[in-house]
């Protein structure tokens, strides 16, 4: 590959080697010295055109440990579409003899756009509603730390799934490498066509629980809805929220995740997002390792190129 | 001048001489003899393989951004696209800047397109400004040479509105155009809701919010007894609906475009915003059906909608790129490839010829000595040229090689 721009077009031997790669990276993360030399001639633009905290603190971090001189552009979509281009943008900042590019950006498909228009590589950061590359990818990578492996495990996605990137990169990720896939939420926020790809729908979260071997509670974001799916978030907590009651009632450990920031006592009530089988905080610790292996791998293509 | 168009097949469904060859001497713009074989001293020699001549050809959507964005293509060019593919006459669109809804800017088309070989019938715009609130003054611009009235693509979501202009417009026998879309219903769709929309993350524009609008229209139709012509028709269950009015003698007609025809929703899996269009194309069986439609004669009109946009509209992440496409220039090879096996050629010539001019109200022309000559001259066999757009409009979609058609000249003076 010479982008990541989404899960779909990557093969589950691209995946494996990725998670290789990162499971070597975790190790170093891990050490008393965190940082290897790896990508010590390459530039990366963090260009991010949405509010983001965490997605960007972890890229910066991968960046870092793996030695890049990282430089960061943030800017809120509407400026940018009052005035320079996307192309323009991103080729000034290339410009500055730039060689990757991580971008989110809220349009879907833009950073394929941007891949057939400059000279770099492109690595998706989040796309809108289309894809999320990298939080699929330490998803379930997590699952695989957790229970050994991915193929054949019962995985459940809850809420929001009509507005989410993560969901469908999920789906892709969790499909390539074997597992089976539900998602859940109230019928407002499940597309219309969720089941051609290749899932199940459930819209009662208890059923999906009791099905599951794991259930990734996704953040309810209520700034991407553009108009009301449910009536207050109070409803949609007692509908689609897990609390420790509705957990013990299902009487088996299901694994619970959390692309974050959690709305604590919304999705997920606290005990749970702080019990034993809650593996959100590892969720995060391997995203840097992901985004090293992803970061690292992609280097190589320029490296072959010279 | 004298101009012989040699040994071409007549494609005219209403001709007594239809798929029959002959010779057509054209003297000053004027059809002088048609015989088998005419031996004659001209300036100017017709002639080719296969060559067909039908009535000039109307294209009954079209945009060419004049007034307003003439750098995206201007009447002047536009006319001059409009002749190199066939046509020679066109309907446009009031969605201009400022917008033709009064008869100042209906005059203005009509002067402009004087000598230029296309005859421009400007649509005026049913509401002020496109605004969707108050009728704009319709009779005064059909008096100056408006011959429909719609929205363009801002659809009438006022019943009132169209309630009264499906009235009004009854009195001096003019259609109103209008495109069937609840925008309401999922706002800001960038495409075809289905599969695809879903894996690609983007926003869907289901059949139904056609279908839902043509029901109502219909409805308002029945209770009017206006003039309606539904379009660009995406859908082809719009297509059923309409063909049960027209069985229940409701005055409706229906228009799909060419892109429609030959193009599904899976040219856009790689978020090509040549093929961002609205309606938008939907999916492959759904294209089927518009063919199976067409062949079953429940389309009646084929249009370019050729709506060109400059690359800094177009060239863009997909939520912010415009609708639209600059297809003129292909359209004969495309409505060929598409429907060029389902329907005989003088019925499918027939859709963009007779059918938008009687729609129209227009007076269509014959093929006939002593008639003022409104010609198209093509050959359905020969290999379409794709290296010499005359277009200014980024938006020409990438085409396979090879696709046949193409139109020879057009024999029209005005």
């Not at chain 1, 290339?94 to 770099?120: C, E, I």
């Not at chain 2, 039908?54 to 009447?75: C, T, V």
């Not at chain 2, 715009?125 to 009779?139: F, P, Q, R």
């Not at chain 2, 004669?297 to 509209?313: A, F, M």
Request: hydrophobic content about 40%; some cysteine; charged content about 25%.
């Amino acid at each position: 590959m010479d982008h990541l721009l989404g899960i779909k077009g990557l093969t589950a031997e691209d995946i494996n080697l990725i998670f290789n790669t990162a499971d070597n990276f975790k190790e170093v993360i891990n050490r008393p010295i965190k940082k290897v030399p790896s990508l010590r001639d390459i530039t990366i633009a963090n260009i991010f055109f949405e509010n983001s905290t965490r997605t960007k603190l972890s890229f910066e971090l991968a960046e870092k440990r793996l030695s890049a001189d990282v430089v960061n552009f943030a800017s809120s979509s509407s400026s940018v579409k009052k005035g320079e281009t996307l192309i323009d943008t991103v080729n000034n900042i290339l410009a500055m003899k730039v060689d990757m590019v991580v971008m989110r950006h809220p349009n879907p498909g833009a950073p394929h756009f941007l891949s057939k228009n400059v000279q770099a590589k492109v690595v998706n950061a989040g796309d809108g509603t289309h894809e999320h590359p990298t939080q699929a990818l330490l998803d379930s990578f997590s699952i695989r730390e957790k229970l050994g492996t991915v193929k054949g495990k019962k995985v459940v996605i809850v809420g929001d799934i009509l507005h989410s990137r993560v969901a469908i990169s999920n789906i892709y990720c969790l499909k390539l490498l074997g597992a089976e896939v539900m998602v859940c939420g109230p019928r407002t926020l499940i597309p219309k066509y969720a089941e051609s790809l290749g899932i199940m729908v459930e819209y009662d979260l208890r059923k999906a629980l009791e099905w599951c071997d794991v259930a990734n509670m996704l953040r309810i974001q209520l700034e991407r809805q553009d108009m009301a799916y449910f009536p207050s978030l109070r409803e949609y907590t007692m509908q689609y929220g897990l609390d420790k009651a509705l957990f013990e009632s299902i009487g088996k450990a299901i694994t619970v995740m959390h692309p974050g920031p959690v709305n604590r006592g919304v999705e997920i009530s606290s005990d749970i997002a702080d019990s034993a089988n809650s593996i959100i905080l590892q969720q995060v610790e391997n995203g840097v390792a992901i985004r090293m292996a992803v970061l690292y791998l992609l280097a190589g293509k320029i490296k072959s190129l010279d | 001048m004298k101009t012989l168009i040699s040994q071409a097949k007549i494609i005219d469904k209403r001709h007594a001489q239809n798929g029959q060859m002959v010779d057509i001497l054209v003297h000053d713009g004027v059809i002088e003899k048609i015989a088998k074989n005419i031996d004659a001293e001209v300036d100017e020699k017709i002639r080719g393989d296969h060559l067909c001549v039908s009535i000039g050809w109307m294209d009954m959507r079209a945009n060419f951004q004049d007034p307003g964005h003439e750098y995206k293509e201007g009447l002047s060019n536009g006319l001059v696209v409009a002749a190199k593919s066939g046509f020679t006459a066109v309907a446009l669109s009031p969605d201009t800047k400022p917008v033709v809804d009064n008869k100042g800017a209906v005059e203005y088309l009509k002067n402009r397109a004087k000598g230029s070989g296309v005859d421009v019938f400007p649509i005026g715009a049913v509401s002020v400004d496109l605004k969707g609130k108050a009728m704009s003054e319709m009779y005064d611009m059909r008096q100056a040479g408006a011959v429909g009235f719609s929205d363009s693509k801002n659809p009438i979501n006022e019943s009132g509105l169209l309630h009264r202009a499906l009235l009004y417009t009854a009195n001096f026998n003019a259609p109103v155009l209008h495109f069937p879309y609840d925008d309401q219903l999922i706002p800001n769709g960038q495409m075809n809701e289905g599969p695809l929309s879903t894996s690609l993350g983007l926003k869907g524009i289901p059949t139904i919010s056609e279908e839902m609008m043509v029901r109502r229209d219909l409805t308002l139709l029945e209770y009017t007894n206006g003039k309606l012509h539904l379009g660009p028709i995406s859908s082809f269950k719009s297509l059923e609906l309409a063909q049960e009015a027209k069985s229940e003698n409701l005055k409706v007609t229906t228009e799909t475009t060419v892109a429609h025809l030959a193009f599904s929703e899976n040219e856009l899996a790689d978020f090509d915003t040549n093929f961002k269009l609205l309606p938008p194309l939907r999916s492959e069986k759904n294209r089927s059906k518009l063919i199976k439609a067409l062949a079953e004669g429940k389309i009646d009109v084929i249009s370019s909608d050729h709506n060109p946009e400059d690359e800094e509209h177009k060239k863009l992440e997909f939520d912010l790129a415009e609708f639209g496409m600059a297809g003129m220039e292909l359209f004969l090879p495309l409505v060929l490839k598409a429907a060029g096996g389902s329907i005989k050629l003088d019925e499918l010539i027939s859709k963009f010829s007779i059918a938008p001019r009687e729609i129209l109200g227009i007076a269509v022309p014959t093929i006939a000595e002593g008639e003022k000559a409104n010609l198209t001259v093509f050959q359905a066999n020969a290999e379409f040229d794709s290296t010499n757009f005359m277009s200014k409009g980024f938006n020409i979609p990438e085409i396979s090689k090879g696709l046949k058609g193409k139109v020879v000249k057009t024999i029209y003076s005005n």
